[in-house]
């Protein structure tokens, strides 16, 4: 019932030239799959190229961030109108790597969250916890205030432009994947929480992806638990036949 997405982030990686061939590599590796959203985040430079080389291919776009106000005097911000304006359907919000180097918190997210809902785009909203808040069994807690902090007052019915990325910090480019049980049971936590927040529909509605050193080899089994609707693939989503690969997990 919901359709998985399968998101590659391609982080601060490749120029517009690289960006469109790999697209295009990847056009054609994955033009015969279907029942899978297929999202690609490249810089936003690349955005509107990728975008010219991915009409009609069924591949959306996101962006890696973007600001809360739709204009003015706030030099170096891309506000969410301009990324659709350049071809974006997603944008990805809160990644670990912005809430760790550029102090992004749960309240900007919040505030990006709601600007992106209303320009239209659907936002991947990033949780997940360090490897010392997971060992120090705060992992739960975490993802609780992150989630409540995240969502605050969004409109049940903007649910629909959400998506959860579950991303433990540990997990991210360390080679080091959450186990699927491991991964499962921060997922159904998510999912409660989106009902208590906004009833069981929307609850079941919600795509909530995993994201953490996902490789063709390990995406079987992960889209296999019942609460993880897809991935948001970093390292192995920045050559086309890998990434495509873990497009066609069902394959
Ligand atoms: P890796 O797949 O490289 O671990 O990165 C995950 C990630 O941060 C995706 O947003």
Redesign the pocket.
Known sequence: MRTPVIAG?WKLFKTINEATALVKELKSLVAGTSGVEIVVAPVFTALSSVADEIAGSGILLAAQDCFWEEEGAFTGEVSPGMLKDAGCSYVIIG?SERRQYFNETNGTVNKKAKAAIAAGLTAIVCVGETLAERESDKTFTVIESQIMGCLAGLPAESLKQIVVAY?PVW????GKTASEAQAQEVHAFIRELVEKLFGKPHAEAMRILY????KPENVKGLMSQADIDGA?????SLKADSFAAIVNFMA
Do not use: K, M, P
């Open positions: 982030n990644h991303e997990a991210i480019g360390t994201g953490g050193s996902v948001l693939v970093g390292g192995a």
